[in-house]
């Protein structure tokens, strides 16, 4: 039954015919409402008194909005000029598109005195140069120029009128321009905001957890560049990245036996597969350990990917990327990487624990001079920094660990402090969190931490980020860090691979931070090109589908990798996992007590 039957009224004809108009539903004005109103109305005039017309010199329109008819006699008398060059004084182009080089601008007619030749910036009547309410250049203190434009703070990044690539008009590729354009460089302001355009700006995707979902990952992308239309510089994953060569891998990732799966990755790692941009991941906690292992100081597990190791600094683009694997436990944080394959159900959990000696490298860095800092575990103390009370709503049982500071790790709040960067990107809890941290000396660290991927998660997020030291030379082309280098070569004595702990020295009394010597060495050392070379090649077997898990020997688990035995070659350092085998001649005696670590 109706409403109309049950109540005995004939059915409205059309809809609308006694329909209420909106005015009546609306509540009348309260005299708060009227005064906001009336403070808006207020804001949007003293907006328009602001804007002056070029054309007739009154205030509360722009010039596309003039209505003043200009007659011929002002023209030939050149009162008013508008839609002309002022640089040849043409009516049939604008001043952008004049082919005319230099700074003169003959036609131009200052505002300040009247007179032409000039523009009022370059006035010598007119005190405030490009800062009408006052101000000045924050770098050189010149009111000539604006601060992004400034000469002296390119000099500072690098950057020179001698060195500027700018982008032609007879190519798109950006490669080509920067070869040519050093040969005859071009000192035009336009090429200053083009090279910024082409170098300084760069899209990175953050990727939280991966789990080892490395299609879905690349898919997702793929899909957001011809969305949006763009192009992703660099990927960067947030650990449990998964590198599971071959179903023996499996048993040396500290998981349960049904979350075990191969996944994605080894059809990357077998070339079956290719990645499409760069891909630098840091170690999770749930790791195959077998193959990470071999490259305590980073180097490529496929092409395309790149793994940073326990800790590392890498450039990309001029932008410096540092890296810290593994979560915080207390137990281990003091003692060596004493772990070596096959694992127990000790080690299988310990060897992805940072290590103190880990954290004291990456202290040695310079402050404020990081990019971005990537790691697993947040750094203690961050939730403060953000929306705390929507991040309890998330996750309930975060409570009792955020109001007793046990969330997140101690020596990553330690790290933050210390070197200060620009971003910091984490994973591990499985949930989206950002903040944004205001040191002490007004340095900002944005932080953001992001989900596992799984559908609906937010496990994804691309960002414009713009390098400190942007080179041309580093073009798409990844790089060792010279001063990461210098402090692996200054701490290598401290190294220690036995399980009993081994307190570092203090920071304050004694610092590793590198020299001009330093720097100088290590530059003889790598002939000043830090390119890191390509050479993947497979160190394990490759996975065939079917054919079961393949019985692997202990010498062949402990095989060196030839990229770490060049880096150490290199640098004069030890590999840790040579320390490990030339100090015992009697296998490791590994305490059967069960591990109070049973975190996943």
């Known amino acids: 039954m109706t409403r109309f039957a049950k109540h005995k009224k004939p059915k409205k004809k059309s809809i609308g015919e006694d329909a209420t108009p909106w005015e009546k539903l609306k509540e009348p004005l309260t005299e708060e409402d009227k005064r906001k109103q009336e403070k808006r109305l207020e804001k949007k005039r ?21 209505t003043v008819e200009i007659s011929d006699e002002q023209k030939k008398k050149g009162e008013i000029k508008t839609g002309i060059c002022y640089k040849c004084g043409s009516t049939e182009h604008r001043l952008k598109q004049c082919t005319i080089k230099g700074d003169s601008f003959a036609y131009a007619t200052c505002f300040i005195c009247g007179k032409q030749g000039h523009w009022s910036r370059l006035c010598p009547d007119n005190p405030n140069g490009l800062y009408p309410n006052g101000g000045c250049c924050n770098e050189c203190g010149s009111i000539q120029h604006f601060k992004r434009d400034c000469p002296t703070l390119l000099k500072k990044q690098g950057i020179d009128d001698q060195q500027l690539p700018c982008l032609t008009s007879t190519t798109n590729n950006i490669d080509d321009n920067v070869e040519s354009i050093i040969e005859k460089p071009n000192k035009t302001k336009k090429s200053l905001k083009r090279l910024k355009l082409i170098i300084i700006k760069m899209k990175i995707a953050i990727e939280g957890c991966c789990h080892g979902e490395l299609d879905r990952i690349y898919e997702t992308i793929n899909q957001i560049e011809i969305e949006q239309k763009i192009k992703i510089d660099l990927l960067l994953i947030c650990g449990d990245f998964q590198a599971v060569r071959n179903e023996h891998d499996l048993q040396s990732m500290a998981v349960p036996p049904k979350y075990r799966s191969m996944q994605d990755f080894w059809r990357y790692y077998s070339r079956e597969k290719l ?18 292992i071999e490259l305590p100081y980073g180097g490529w597990v496929a092409p395309n990917i790149y793994y940073m190791g326990y800790a590392n600094v890498v450039n990309f683009n001029g932008l410096r990327i540092a890296g810290l694997s593994g979560i915080y436990k207390s137990q281990d944080y003091n003692s060596g990487h004493y772990e070596l394959p096959p694992f127990d159900e000790k080690t299988i959990r310990s060897i992805y624990h940072i290590r103190s000696l880990d954290v004291f490298r990456i202290k040695q860095l310079q402050q404020g001079k990081i990019d971005i800092m990537i790691s697993h575990d947040w750094p203690r103390g961050i939730v403060w920094y953000g929306d705390t009370q929507r991040l309890l709503q998330r996750k309930q049982y975060f409570h009792d660990d955020i109001y007793t500071n046990k969330l997140g790790s101690e020596p990553l709040e330690e790290v933050l402090l210390r070197i200060q960067p620009k971003y910091w990107f984490s994973a591990h809890l499985h949930v989206k969190f950002s903040a944004l941290v205001e040191h002490t000396n007004g340095q900002l660290t944005r932080f953001l931490a992001l989900d596992k991927c799984l559908p609906g998660r937010d496990f994804l997020q691309v960002l414009d980020i713009e390098p400190m030291n942007p080179s041309p030379s580093s073009m798409n082309r990844l790089l060792l860090d010279p001063e990461w280098l210098c402090i692996l070569t200054k701490t290598d004595h401290l190294l220690h691979v036995q399980r009993t702990n081994t307190f570092l020295p203090s920071i304050s009394q004694t610092s590793f931070t590198p020299n001009d010597d330093d720097y100088r060495k290590v530059k003889d050392d790598f002939s000043n090109t830090f390119e890191i070379p390509e050479m993947f090649e497979p160190t394990g077997p490759i996975h065939v589908p079917g054919s079961g898990n393949i019985p692997i020997d202990i010498e062949q688990l402990r095989k060196n990798n030839p990229q770490t035995e060049l880096l150490c070659l290199m640098l004069g350092i030890r590999n840790p996992i040579d320390v490990i085998l030339n100090r015992k001649l009697q296998p490791i005696q590994f305490d059967q007590t069960s591990s109070t670590d049973q975190t996943n």
């Open 46 to 66: 003293k907006r328009e008194l602001k804007k002056i017309c070029f054309r007739c010199r009154t205030p509360g329109h722009s010039m596309n909005e003039c």
């Open 275 to 292: 990645a499409p941009l760069l891909t630098i991941f840091i170690g999770g906690n749930h790791e195959s350990s077998d193959f990470l």
